[in-house]
C-alpha cells in the first residue's frame, strides 16, 4: 500500500480550527472568507487565487458540480444547497477523525466544536483563547489589583468547563513576538491592568493589546500546563508581519519549562524558522496549516518540503486553520494529504527510505503527533 493509500484512509487530527458560519452567503460574505484580505479591490475577486481556483477545481464537484465551474454558478449551487448540507459534504470529505476547534473569534456566528464534529462525523475538543478570557474578565468587571488572582482563576475554571485541550494566543496581532520573556511582578501587572480596565471602560468590546498583561497571560498558560498555541506568520491584515516572525519567541522558549508544550501555528513565510525552533528546542511543534491551501496545489509541496528541511517528524502536526467556511476544511486536508504523500513516495522512490518509513510518517504527522502532545484518545 503507497503512502497516498495510507494518507486518504487515515483519520486526521485538525489541531487547530475553527467552525463555519450557519448562514447561507452571498458572493460578498463568500469572498470575504477565503481572502485574508476582507474585501476585494475594486474590479478584482478572491475567486482569482490560487485558493479560489483551488476551490472551484476541489469542491464543485463535491456540490455535483464539473470541476473549475464559474464562481456564479458555483455560489448558485451552493445556495441551492444550503449552508448545512455544504458543510456536511465538504466536512466529510476532509476526513479529519478530530478538531481542536478554537471559537474565541466571532464564535457566536459559527458553529460550535461539538456542532463541527457531528457534521464531521469528528470528535470535537475546545481551544481557549488566552485574550478572549481576559476581555470576558474585564468586561463583567475585575479590579487592577486583583487581575491576576482573578485571571487565573477564571483560566482554570474555563479550562474544567470547556474540557479543553489547549490553550492559544494571539500575541503576534496584539503586542509582537518580541516579548520580554520573563513573568511580570505583581506590581507591574496591578499598574498594567489599571491602565487597560481605564483606557476602554466606555467601550462594548475590549482589546487586550498591553505587553505586561499580555506577559501575564502566557505565564498564567505556562502554569496551567496545557499546551499552548502561538498564532505565528500570516494571518489577516491586523497583523504586523514582521512581529509574528516566530524566531522572536525564542527567550520566551527558552524562559518555559520542557513540560509545557509550544504549538507554533501557520508559521508561512517564517515556516524555516519555525522548523528550526521545532529541532532545537524539544517542547516546539509546529504546522503550516493555513498556507498549504493558501498557496494552492502548484505551491503547497514545496512549501510543505521547507517545512520539513530541519524539523524532526515527531514535531509537526495537521491543522486546516479553516475559518468561516468548510471549503477551507476540505482544502487543508487535500493539500496536506496530497504534499506530505508526494515529498514521502519521492523519498522512497529515491531509495532513500523504505515505504514503512514512509508510511510511518504519514500517520505520524497527520495524527499520532497530535494525539501524543495533547494527550488525546487514540482515533479509531
Ligand atoms: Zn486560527
Given at each position: 500500500?503507497?503512502?497516498?493509500?495510507i494518507l486518504?484512509?487515515l483519520?486526521?487530527?485538525?489541531?487547530?480550527?475553527?467552525?463555519?458560519?450557519?448562514?447561507?452567503?452571498?458572493?460578498?460574505?463568500?469572498?470575504?472568507?477565503?481572502?485574508?484580505?476582507?474585501?476585494?479591490?475594486?474590479?478584482?475577486?478572491?475567486?482569482?487565487?490560487?485558493?479560489?481556483?483551488?476551490?472551484?477545481?476541489?469542491?464543485?464537484?463535491?456540490?455535483?458540480?464539473?470541476?473549475?465551474?464559474?464562481?456564479?454558478?458555483?455560489?448558485?449551487?451552493?445556495?441551492?444547497?444550503?449552508?448545512?448540507?455544504?458543510?456536511?459534504?465538504?466536512?466529510?470529505?476532509?476526513?479529519?477523525?478530530?478538531?481542536?476547534?478554537?471559537?474565541?473569534?466571532?464564535?457566536?456566528?459559527?458553529?460550535?466544536?461539538?456542532?463541527?464534529?457531528?457534521?464531521?462525523?469528528?470528535?470535537?475538543?475546545?481551544?481557549?483563547?488566552?485574550?478572549?478570557?481576559?476581555?470576558?474578565?474585564?468586561?463583567?468587571?475585575?479590579?487592577?489589583?486583583?487581575?491576576?488572582?482573578?485571571?487565573?482563576?477564571?483560566?482554570?475554571?474555563?479550562?474544567?468547563?470547556?474540557?479543553?485541550?489547549?490553550?492559544?494566543?494571539?500575541?503576534?496581532?496584539?503586542?509582537?513576538?518580541?516579548?520580554?520573556?520573563?513573568?511580570?511582578?505583581?506590581?507591574?501587572?496591578?499598574?498594567?491592568?489599571?491602565?487597560?480596565?481605564?483606557?476602554?471602560?466606555?467601550?462594548?468590546?475590549?482589546?487586550?493589546?498591553?505587553?505586561?498583561?499580555?506577559?501575564?497571560?502566557?505565564?498564567?498558560?505556562?502554569?496551567?500546563?496545557?499546551?499552548?498555541?502561538?498564532?505565528?506568520?500570516?494571518?489577516?491584515?491586523?497583523?504586523?508581519?514582521?512581529?509574528?516572525?516566530?524566531?522572536?519567541?525564542?527567550?520566551?522558549?527558552?524562559?518555559?519549562?520542557?513540560?509545557?508544550?509550544?504549538?507554533?501555528?501557520?508559521?508561512?513565510?517564517?515556516?524555516?524558522?519555525?522548523?528550526?525552533?521545532?529541532?532545537?528546542?524539544?517542547?516546539?511543534?509546529?504546522?503550516?496549516?493555513?498556507?498549504?491551501?493558501?498557496?494552492?496545489?502548484?505551491?503547497?509541496?514545496?512549501?510543505?518540503?521547507?517545512?520539513?528541511?530541519?524539523?524532526?517528524?515527531?514535531?509537526?502536526?495537521?491543522?486546516?486553520?479553516?475559518?468561516?467556511?468548510?471549503?477551507?476544511?476540505?482544502?487543508?486536508?487535500?493539500?496536506?494529504?496530497?504534499?506530505?504523500?508526494?515529498?514521502?513516495?519521492?523519498?522512497?522512490?529515491?531509495?532513500?527510505?523504505?515505504?514503512?518509513?514512509?508510511r510511518r510518517l504519514a500517520r505520524m504527522i497527520g495524527a499520532e503527533n497530535?494525539?501524543?502532545?495533547?494527550?488525546?484518545?487514540?482515533p479509531?
Amino acid at each position: 500500500v503507497g503512502t497516498a493509500a495510507i494518507l486518504e484512509g487515515l483519520r486526521l487530527v485538525d489541531h487547530h480550527c475553527h467552525g463555519v458560519v450557519r448562514r447561507d452567503l452571498d458572493r460578498s460574505g463568500f469572498e470575504a472568507l477565503i481572502s485574508e484580505a476582507g474585501p476585494p479591490a475594486a474590479g478584482a475577486s478572491h475567486f482569482d487565487t490560487a485558493l479560489g481556483i483551488a476551490i472551484r477545481r476541489h469542491c464543485a464537484p463535491l456540490l455535483d458540480l464539473d470541476p473549475l465551474v464559474d464562481p456564479e454558478s458555483y455560489l448558485r449551487r451552493r445556495a441551492e444547497l444550503g449552508a448545512d448540507e455544504v458543510t456536511r459534504r465538504l466536512l466529510l470529505a476532509a476526513g479529519v477523525g478530530m478538531v481542536l476547534v478554537d471559537s474565541g473569534y466571532r464564535g457566536d456566528e459559527l458553529l460550535s466544536a461539538a456542532e463541527l464534529a457531528a457534521a464531521a462525523g469528528a470528535v470535537g475538543r475546545e481551544i481557549l483563547r488566552l485574550e478572549t478570557l481576559a476581555e470576558t474578565l474585564a468586561t463583567r468587571g475585575v479590579d487592577a489589583t486583583e487581575f491576576q488572582d482573578r485571571y487565573a482563576e477564571a483560566l482554570a475554571a474555563a479550562v474544567a468547563g470547556a474540557d479543553a485541550v489547549a490553550l492559544k494566543s494571539v500575541a503576534a496581532y496584539r503586542v509582537g513576538l518580541d516579548l520580554d520573556p520573563a513573568p511580570p511582578s505583581a506590581a507591574e501587572v496591578e499598574a498594567a491592568a489599571a491602565a487597560w480596565l481605564r483606557r476602554d471602560a466606555d467601550r462594548a468590546e475590549r482589546r487586550l493589546d498591553d505587553p505586561v498583561l499580555t506577559r501575564c497571560l502566557l505565564w498564567a498558560a505556562v502554569e496551567a500546563g496545557l499546551p499552548i498555541q502561538f498564532h505565528t506568520g500570516f494571518g489577516d491584515r491586523d497583523v504586523r508581519l514582521d512581529r509574528a516572525n516566530p524566531a522572536l519567541l525564542t527567550d520566551f522558549v527558552r524562559a518555559v519549562p520542557l513540560r509545557v508544550p509550544l504549538m507554533l501555528l501557520h508559521c508561512w513565510p517564517y515556516h524555516r524558522e519555525a522548523s528550526y525552533l521545532a529541532a532545537v528546542h524539544e517542547n516546539v511543534y509546529f504546522d503550516v496549516g493555513l498556507a498549504l491551501p493558501h498557496v494552492g496545489p502548484a505551491r503547497a509541496g514545496a512549501v510543505l518540503a521547507e517545512a520539513l528541511e530541519l524539523a524532526p517528524f515527531g514535531k509537526m502536526l495537521y491543522s486546516s486553520d479553516a475559518f468561516g467556511v468548510p471549503e477551507l476544511h476540505h482544502l487543508g486536508a487535500l493539500m496536506f494529504r496530497r504534499s506530505l504523500a508526494a515529498l514521502l513516495d519521492a523519498r522512497v522512490d529515491a531509495e532513500e527510505w523504505a515505504a514503512a518509513d514512509a508510511r510511518r510518517l504519514a500517520r505520524m504527522i497527520g495524527a499520532e503527533n497530535a494525539v501524543r502532545v495533547y494527550g488525546l484518545p487514540a482515533p479509531h
